[in-house]
């Protein structure tokens, strides 16, 4: 059973373009969420999906965006790329409340984009 | 100040040593408190979580709760060189659609 899946591993940008970065969910789950990790830092939440609408978001500015599709797979992309946007991008997968045997939110991560901007 | 607090590292201890991972936090809706463990250019994986006060154990990872003190720990016991990781504190309030607020991570090295 494969788990959450990114691409790409890795790639460097220069400031000033633009990055999509992609997930697939692990098989099941119907809710996508994106993370951002800064070196030497923790997860920070940028928004979550689910039905293909943006649920709930982040502290983040407007030019990180996404999209969920009618596969439960996920993009996020980000414009305008600064130096500050360097990290590794996690998606993290779960099931919806009222679908989950759980009550708190049992994410699965996949293993991360790393984005370099120079 | 942060909603969540992780003591810094990093940590090094000896093979069989106890280990004491310690958060705490400010914020009184969290509920759920998730300990996760992240390998080098790996994303991280959920260990345990435990529900409101109290203990949780599972093998050799013990999970503690004290919600009047707003303070988290993980124990691990005969800690071993593949427990070498970073360790990641996550709280969350009720709700399985809830955002994680994660601490900063503690990077444990466990010599052989």
């Known amino acids: 059973d494969a788990g959450v899946t990114q691409s790409p591993t890795h790639l460097i940008k220069t400031r000033g373009q633009q990055v999509t970065l992609r997930c697939s969910p692990k098989s099941g789950h119907d809710t996508v969420s994106w993370y951002q990790q800064a070196l030497g830092q923790g997860p920070q939440f940028i928004f979550q999906?689910?039905?293909?609408?943006?649920?709930q978001r982040g502290n983040f500015p407007d030019r990180f965006s996404g999209h969920q599709f009618p596969n439960y797979s996920s993009e996020l992309n980000v414009n305008a790329l600064l130096l500050g946007d360097s990290a590794l991008y996690l998606c993290?997968?779960?099931?919806?409340?009222?679908?989950?045997?759980?009550?708190?939110?049992?994410?699965?991560f996949g293993a991360g984009s790393r984005l370099t901007v120079l | 100040q942060k909603e969540v607090e992780q003591d810094p590292g990093p940590l090094s201890v000896p093979e069989g040593a106890i280990v004491s991972l310690n958060c705490t936090y400010s914020n009184s809706a969290f509920q759920y408190f998730m300990w996760y463990r992240q390998y080098s250019r790996k994303g991280p994986e959920l260990l345990m979580y435990?529900?409101?006060?109290g203990n949780k154990e599972d093998g050799r990872f013990t999970a503690q709760v004290d919600k009047s003190s707003k303070y988290i720990s993980l124990f691990i016991r005969d800690s071993q060189p593949s427990d070498s990781a970073t360790y990641l504190c996550?709280?969350?309030?009720?709700?399985?659609?809830?955002?994680?607020?994660f601490g900063k991570g503690i990077t444990l090295s466990v010599r052989p």
């Open positions: 993290a997968s779960s099931l919806t409340e009222g679908r989950s045997h759980s009550g708190a939110n049992v994410l699965t």
């Open positions: 999906y689910y039905e293909e609408e943006e649920r």
């Open positions: 996550a709280m969350t309030p009720p709700g399985a659609n809830s955002k994680l607020t």
């Open positions: 435990t529900y409101s006060s």
